[in-house]
């Protein structure tokens, strides 16, 4: 009884929970966000400048990225112990490195006309490369003398600050961290300073700093490389296309005058926020943030917008890759950008297919037993957004049918209204997650940043009425008007011959230790073979081996067989 | 007219600021600041059915949450049963109840936007419930038929172990997996529980009624420690509490210790071949118990060493100088129940994975021949000292740190550890950093653990040869992937 109560009594929880920020501005056209909070002797701060990957251009994609990496090498006063020696070495390197760069613009003519084959190769240079290389690691060596190691580091950290950190998105690029609540002046002190005068000390160094951690995220990672092409060809048109990280060709070719530049047209007061969150008087900091932020000049230019739109998509697109990975299924669907009408429905939308009661996992894991696992999430970015829904397909079943059984939960959003307590359910998580949110400094500083970053902080507070307000009607419209065959891509992975799974083929396991290595030898290369004559060849051989041997042949022989039948029907699939 | 007053402003502005401000961040001057911790007493409460809860009200959202740690893991598996305690830990909340089954449970649940969550890890189970503080009442109604009287619904049993014989797949996909497995393999022998992990055979072998017996065995009150917080009255919470765990329907077994056998394998250079093109590396080394008298010390010199981020030698010289890993650091942390490890890790570009190791082996041995700077023991001893009052940021946090004090008997042991815990790191010196860089970074027991492409690893860098015996005593050796179903080496 009381259970049934519980029930009816719900919606008296949809009194919206506001997070409780109070916004500025400075002379400069800086935005500052304060949010009050005396739980605990600390401040979590933080800025983010709206700017990322999305603003940048085919030659130096990456350097938004590499530009957050940047920003912790120090000021004129912060990094060096001989500022003036600080620049002439600078200005040395720069020399160099032009010269380098020429060399690089023949190397990678000489690579398109084959005379060499891998830019990267420290052995494929050519002679004069080499050697300003060595003239510039002399540089290097000389500008360590005057270099403070991580000089910006030290100061925060021996004051006590933590969680210091900063991220690139496609839209923006936030710094933050947590200081103790007497040393807010300390927070203004460094990062105005950091803003105002930049120093890019070691740039060159931080670019491999930069490829190991695209190697570390993306090539060495069973799907980094896979989900990077196939989010290149879900944005056709969109600089949402390109990797945050940059392309590798792109990454070693950035100059630290791009970088000025980049600086100059972004990093501009008016494209950036101010967020603090915890033990401060708001008086105090909006007056130390005009002290210390107020230093900032405006750009000389408008920040620039981001033109070129994503092109309506004519035809669904389709991704096939064989992964180190159980086969699974990856579902896009183009939607609209931040804040638009329709984002709230595709939010509910949503959280109606995921989770433990979800739609997909009901149809797919409990029911059909098709999947094994499934997901769905949405996001508006600035300039356009994206639904993502997929599963983990279930040993022993087709990716095809996972696909369809996604499809057919997605169609029935169109053609049937939502039940009046399923979509409570749901509205029921997004109210109570705005208390959620609210537990302590860095979490709330952290959903302030990204939704500033993305668009507009006000979301924060003015999305939970609207979430609120979807009815099931909305629900069938939106979902007609973007769960089409020809605004989607489908990625279906399956796993690469040859790895994971053991001794899949049962064959194996009547193999003697060296017949068993033997063996896999023999499937590895058979699963790298793509051609399938000579595929056939082989075939055909072993088989008159067998016939020949009778049942005196030895039990390897069955595997290579099978090996290359397996090998020959997957070619001509 | 009013814009040239707004520019004469900022102009003017501008002049007054710089004047005011310092060059140098040393010359800001801060108001002090005083800080004492909570005291677990506070909040301390014996409950008279048996387990000791810590009550932390905070009026500020209408939420609580209750969770209680079981003195259990994976260290009580059965043989032969390796995945059980995992399992029960799983199943008790998502296999449903007696009078509900798990679909019923999780709709019940998702409506009322209330959390449940149930695990066994290695060393300690966990159940809690998270619910608005207007659904409380029912929430612990929940959490109660969890705890006593779990379905472990076939159908949630069955999906759970094909998704674990599926997920036993992967475990020579990601390199980053390979690395885990190998490196705890290493470090404490493969006869350790942590190392006895499921496979194929164990997993088809457990059946509802292991997990009945597991979950009997050691989810009774007396093995509960509970941390609540949120939006109550502590007396009424303490009464709701004593009915949560009243009258339990089975007695159990007392709590087991943990088990202490480890053995930290033979020095050498064990190498896992993986085709991909980073390096994964692990120098590592025995480590120690975190109720060690040199526990401070050791914090102190490894994160000078490696463990303190862009301020530690480590990363300043693999990461800032070189650029040859994005990331690269050092751990040492205390053991609760036995010692844990010394760890220096990187990931590295092929061609310049034993070039790192060279650097990081150097720093390694130059903390224990040189004293550390004075720079150095100020960053250190602030990013502990400074920090401190972190500990507490959250009533939950407050309720959580002060029931695992409780759960791990250091609370018993060492009432004054968060009081002593500044003071502790503030009596550290240059000599005991020095002292204990000697005691425990002793290269000739280095072990070092590589995963990569083993050719092209071997093959080095032409700027950099590096004579792989120097890195470490014993030599290469390899390490055969292993079957993921039975975890036997793959030859």
């Excluded at chain 1, 060809?233 to 000025?260: M, N, Q, T």
């Excluded at chain 2, 599926?166 to 497995?181: A, H, P």
Aim: aromatic share 10%; proline share 5%; hydrophobic share 40%.
């Amino acid at each position: 009884m009381r259970i049934l109560l519980g029930l009816f009594l719900f919606p008296a929880l949809l009194v919206a929970q506001q997070v409780p920020v109070k916004e500025h501005f400075l002379a400069n056209g800086m935005k500052v966000l304060l949010v009050e909070r005396h739980d605990a002797p600390s401040i979590s701060g933080g800025w983010v400048a709206r700017v990322g990957s999305v603003n940048e251009r085919p030659g130096i994609t990456g350097i938004a990225h590499l530009f957050e990496h940047m920003m912790f090498k120090g000021t004129p006063t912060l990094g060096t112990k001989d500022y003036k020696k600080d620049l002439k070495i600078m200005a040395d390197q720069e020399r160099v490195r032009d010269l380098m760069r020429a060399e690089e613009r023949k190397m990678r003519a000489m690579w398109r006309r084959g005379e060499i084959t891998d830019l990267f190769d420290p052995e494929q240079k050519t002679k004069r490369w080499r050697a300003l290389n060595d003239e510039f690691k002399k540089l290097v060596d000389a500008h360590r003398k005057v270099i403070v190691k991580n000089e910006f580091d030290r100061i925060y950290t021996s004051n006590g600050g933590s969680k210091m950190n900063a991220y690139t998105t496609y839209d923006h690029t936030a710094y933050f961290i947590t200081v103790p609540s007497n040393k807010l002046e300390l927070f203004m002190w460094m990062e105005s300073g950091r803003l105002l005068e930049p120093v890019f000390r070691e740039f060159y160094a931080e670019r491999d700093v930069v490829f190991e951690e695209r190697r570390m995220r993306t090539e060495s990672t069973p799907l980094g490389k896979f989900s990077e092409s196939f989010n290149s060809l879900f944005w056709e048109s969109h600089p949402y296309g390109w990797p945050i990280i940059g392309w590798p060709s792109d990454i070693p070719a950035i100059s630290k005058a791009d970088a000025d530049e980049f600086y100059a047209t972004f990093y501009v007061p008016e494209n950036l926020t101010l967020v603090l969150v915890g033990d401060f008087k708001s008086k105090e900091a909006l007056t130390m943030a005009q002290k210390y932020f107020g230093r900032l000049k405006r750009g000389k230019k408008t920040v620039p917008d981001v033109i070129t739109m994503e092109m309506p998509q004519k035809a669904e697109k389709r991704f096939y890759a064989e992964a180190e990975t159980n086969p699974n299924v990856d579902i896009y669907w183009h939607t609209p950008a931040f804040g638009h009408k329709d984002t709230y429905a595709l939010s509910v939308m949503s959280k109606i297919l995921t989770g433990n009661t979800g739609r997909l996992k009901k149809e797919l894991v409990l029911k059909s037993k098709l999947a094994t696992d499934t997901f769905a999430w949405t996001r508006g970015m600035h300039y356009a957004g994206q639904f993502n829904a997929g599963g983990e397909v279930a040993d022993g079943k087709d990716p095809a049918a996972v696909e369809a059984a996604i499809h057919a939960v997605v169609e029935k959003l169109k053609t049937e209204p939502v039940p009046a307590k399923e979509l409570q359910k749901v509205k029921n998580n997004f109210a109570a997650s705005e208390y959620r949110r609210l537990t302590s400094n860095h979490p709330i500083l952290m959903q302030i940043i990204h939704t500033e970053g993305t668009g507009d902080w006000r979301e924060l507070n003015t999305s939970g009425a609207k979430l609120q307000a979807v009815t099931p009607a909305d629900i069938q419209r939106v979902a007609k008007k973007y769960f089409t065959k020809e605004n989607r891509a489908v990625a279906i992975y399956t796993r690469k011959p040859g790895t994971g799974g053991g001794d899949e083929n049962p064959l194996l396991a009547d193999l003697s230790g060296q017949a068993k290595a033997m063996a896999r030898k023999f499937i590895s290369s058979v699963n790298s073979e793509k051609d399938v004559a000579s595929l056939k060849g082989r075939l055909q051989q072993i088989e008159e081996q067998l016939e020949k041997a009778g049942s005196k042949a030895p039990p390897i022989m069955k595997v290579i067989r099978a090996a290359l039948r397996k090998r020959i029907g997957e070619l001509e699939k | 007219m009013k814009k040239i007053v707004l520019s004469l402003t900022i102009a003017l502005g501008f002049i007054v600021s710089a004047a005011e401000i310092p060059d140098r961040p040393e010359k800001l001057t801060f108001p002090k600041l005083k800080y004492e911790p909570p005291s677990g007493a506070e909040f301390r409460v014996q409950l008279k059915s048996g387990p000791v809860a810590f009550v932390v009200p905070n009026r500020e959202l209408p939420l609580v949450s209750v969770s209680i740690r079981v003195r259990t893991g994976q260290y009580n598996e059965p043989k032969g049963k390796a995945g059980v305690a995992g399992m029960t830990g799983f199943l008790l909340g998502k296999g449903g109840t007696k009078t509900r089954t798990a679909e019923e449970l999780e709709e019940r649940l998702a409506f009322l936007a209330a959390g449940l969550s149930s695990s066994v890890g290695d060393t300690s189970g966990s159940v809690g419930v998270n619910t608005l503080s207007k659904d409380l009442d029912e929430g612990l109604v929940i959490l109660r038929e969890v705890l006593t009287a779990p379905r472990f619904q076939k159908s949630r049993f069955d999906l759970y172990k094909q998704k674990q014989l599926q997920g036993m797949k992967q475990r020579n996909d990601d390199s980053k997996n390979i690395e885990r497995r190998e490196l705890l393999r290493l470090a404490y022998g493969p006869k350790f529980f942590r190392n006895v992990i499921p496979t194929k055979a164990s997993v088809e072998s457990i059946t509802v009624e292991d997990l009945r017996a597991f979950h009997q065995a050691w989810f009774h009150p007396d093995n509960f420690v509970v941390a609540v917080s949120g939006d109550f009255d502590r007396k009424t919470m303490v009464v709701k509490l004593e009915k949560l765990f009243a009258k339990w329907p089975f007695t159990g077994k007392a709590a087991v210790p943990v088990p202490t056998n480890k053995r930290f394998a033979k020095p050498g250079v064990y190498i896992v071949d993986k085709d991909v093109n980073q390096g994964r590396v692990d120098i590592m080394l025995p480590g120690i118990h975190r109720d060690h008298p040199d526990f401070y010390a050791v914090q102190v010199m490894n994160n000078i060493l490696g463990g303190g981020g862009f301020t530690s030698r480590i990363t300043n010289r693999v990461r800032s100088d070189e650029g040859l890993a994005y990331s690269a650091y050092s751990y040492m942390p205390g053991g609760t129940y036995y010692p844990l490890l010394f760890v220096a890790g990187y990931q590295s570009k092929s061609a310049t994975v034993q070039y790192a190791a060279q650097i990081v082996l150097e720093e390694m041995r130059r903390i224990t021949m040189e004293v550390v700077m004075d720079k150095e023991m100020v960053t250190a001893k602030s990013s502990y000292i400074q920090t401190f009052p972190e500990t507490f940021e959250t009533k939950g946090k407050v309720a959580a740190t002060f029931a695992d004090e409780e759960f791990t008997g250091r609370g018993a042991r060492n009432p004054a550890h968060f009081k002593e815990f500044r003071a502790k790191f503030a009596a550290v010196t240059k000599a005991d950093v020095q002292r204990v860089a000697k005691k425990y970074l002793t290269p000739d027991k280095v072990v070092i653990l590589i995963v990569g492409n083993k050719d092209v690893i071997l093959k080095g860098h032409p700027d950099h040869p590096v004579n792989l015996d120097s890195l470490a005593p014993g030599g290469l050796k390899d390490v055969p992937l292993r079957d993921p179903f039975t975890m036997q080496p793959l030859k």
